[in-house]
């Protein structure tokens, strides 16, 4: 897709070229991504799905189903099952709180957290299959970030 054509497509001339598609260019970008992380994460017996909970318990353990779902955009009706699994795969546990019997907590076990030094790698890997520069990966990054929570907002 050249620039010329993509900025002409973006700027209101309505296209129905597959090619023009902002959406067409996120979806096969995202299977793509979705394809490396699975060959990447198969050795340690993890999904993607599954990645992205460890990233969010990595970064902070013992949250509540909310807060999970919350930072991963995903409903509780969607997360719960995947929680069931990985609780019974023994990487963590899920208990309801003393104080409101609503919130379930969720916490790694020592499992849960070994598995975060075998992902460590990951990230670089990815890096490098990308071909971009650091810089490049990272407005990018910030970029759909922002497209994100602009569309979310509307």
Not at 74 to 90: I, N
Request: hydrophobic share 40%; glycine share 6%.
């Amino acid at each position: 897709m050249t620039t010329h054509k993509t900025a002409r497509t973006l700027s209101g001339n309505a296209s129905l070229n597959l090619d023009d598609q902002l959406c067409f260019a996120l979806y096969s970008a995202s299977l793509a991504m979705n394809k490396v992380y699975r060959d990447a994460l198969k050795p340690l017996g993890i999904t993607y799905p599954q990645y992205l909970v460890f990233l969010v318990l990595w970064e902070n353990d013992r949250r509540t189903v909310s807060e999970i779902g919350h930072r991963l955009y995903l409903d509780s009706a969607t997360l719960t099952p995947l929680l069931k699994r990985m609780e019974a795969a023994g990487w963590l546990t899920r208990e309801r709180d003393r104080a409101d019997e609503r919130v379930v907590l969720v916490s790694l076990t020592a499992s849960g957290r070994a598995l975060r030094e075998s992902a460590h790698a990951i990230p670089g890997s990815l890096l490098c299959r990308s071909r971009l520069p650091v810089d490049e990966l990272a407005g990018l990054r910030d970029a759909l970030a922002g497209l994100r929570d602009g569309l979310l907002d509307s």
